[in-house]
């Protein structure tokens, strides 16, 4: 039965690594995949997929006007697909995530999706809102701290290594430390703004 799952973690757990070799998995038995990963994401080269122990491969590409479904569609009925894997999918719109819900449940074909929860302060991807709350099935990928506690958020750093907590939500190209929460200090950089009170 196909289903939409999304495997999430931090920064540098293996998500691409993961993918992989989930299509290397259908691949080997001479079934079809459709691999994506958004346009904006180049760090590797335009349509690549790569994974930080050296694996990668050529993917479709797709900007945030395309439609999943369509594309999927079209080349489900040009030769059979049996998985559809996405890279990076925090970068998808909402719309999308929608759209392949509907390769799932109208195309019967499962939908795999890796990325991230939250940005550099804390703050929920878009995408990643809605495959939280749509995907019939969530794994979280674990990776650790530099403290030795499992790492949950994914902290910006600039060139010389300091920390960033102002910016884009989305910027490629920096450079990213997973961290636990508590040396991650969600309060100072949340945009939500609360501090603990003097008399505590």
């Given amino acids: 039965m196909a289903k939409l799952y999304f ?3 931090a920064m540098n757990a293996g998500k691409s690594t993961t993918l992989l070799q989930s299509a290397h998995n259908y691949e080997e038995r001479d079934m079809r995949t459709l691999l994506f990963t958004p346009k904006l994401d180049d760090r590797f080269g335009e349509g690549k997929i790569a994974s930080r122990i050296g694996l990668d491969r050529d993917c479709e590409i797709f900007t945030s006007d395309d439609d999943l479904y369509v594309w999927t569609a079209h080349e489900h009925q040009r030769d059979h697909v049996s998985c559809v894997l996405v890279d990076e999918a925090q970068f998808l719109s909402p719309k999308q ?7 799932v449940d109208k ?13 550099f302060r804390g703050e929920p991807f878009p ?9 019939d099935e969530m794994t979280e990928i674990k990776t650790i701290c530099k403290s030795g506690k499992k790492a949950i958020m994914n902290a910006r750093l600039d060139e010389s290594g300091n920390r960033v907590i102002e910016g884009d939500q989305i910027s490629i190209g920096l450079n990213y430390e997973a961290q636990a929460r508590d040396v991650f200090e969600l ?5 939500i703004g609360y501090q603990i009170p003097e008399a505590n």
């Fill in 187 to 191: 309060d100072k950089v949340s945009p």
């Fill in 127 to 135: 995408g990643s809102v809605y495959l939280l709350s749509w995907a």
């Fill in 7 to 9: 495997y999430y973690a």
């Fill in 97 to 103: 995530v929608l759209q392949l819900t509907l390769v």
């Fill in 107 to 119: 195309l019967k074909i499962p939908v795999l999706c890796y990325g991230l929860r939250s940005d």
